[in-house]
C-alpha cells in the first residue's frame, strides 16, 4: 500500500516515483490516488465549490504528470503537487478582484465531508460537552482565518494543517525562507489579537 501522508516516504512510494517518471502511466495514477484526497482538500479551501475542485485537481495531476521530469525532490512530493494546484488556482483568477480563501475544508466546518476530519480530532473518551466546545473553537479559528489577507491565510493552511517545513512553503509560494517567516510572524500575530486561543504556536527552528 502506498502511504499517502509522506512525510516519511515509503518504499513503495519511492518506487512508484521512479517508474513514474520513466514514463510508466500506472505508476503515477497509484502515487496520484495516494494524494487525491488531500489535494481535493486543498482545492476546496482555494476554489470554495465541489465541482471546480475536482476540475481544479484534473488539472494539477495532469500538469504534474507532464512536468514529472522537472520534480527535483527539493521538497516533498505532495507539497509540489500543492505548488501546482496553487499556480493553476492563481492564474484562473489573476485577472478577477482578490478574494479571501475559504476555510470550509478545514476541521469545524458544516460540509458533510468535512465530518471524518470531526471524529479525527476526537478523542474516543471525548464527553459531548468536549465535543461542543472543540468544534466551537474551531469556528472561531476558521472565522478569524477567514478575515487574514490571503497571503497569511496560505502559510497558516500550510504551516499548522499541512505540517509544511519552512523551507517547503518557500517553495510552494516561491518566495525565500525568510519572506515566510515574516508572513507567518505577522498571521500568527493578527491571530493573537483577535484571541484565537489555538495551538498555533510556531516554536519549530526547522528551515
Known sequence: ?????????SSDARDLLARAREGEGEAFCQLAQAHEARLLRQAM?????????EDLVVETMAEAWKSLRHYNETCRFSTWLYAILLHRYQKSVRRAASRPISLAGLPGAEAEQQEDAQRNLAAPDTS????AARTETWAQLRQALEALPARHQQVILLRFFEDASLADMAVVLGCSVGT???RLHHALEKLRRRKVVMNLSDSRRDT
Open 128 to 131: 459531548p460537552a468536549e465535543e
Open 1 to 9: 500500500m502506498v502511504i499517502a501522508d509522506d512525510r516519511v516516504e
Open 180 to 182: 515566510v517567516k515574516s
Open 45 to 53: 479551501a482555494l476554489c470554495r465549490d465541489q465541482s471546480a475542485a
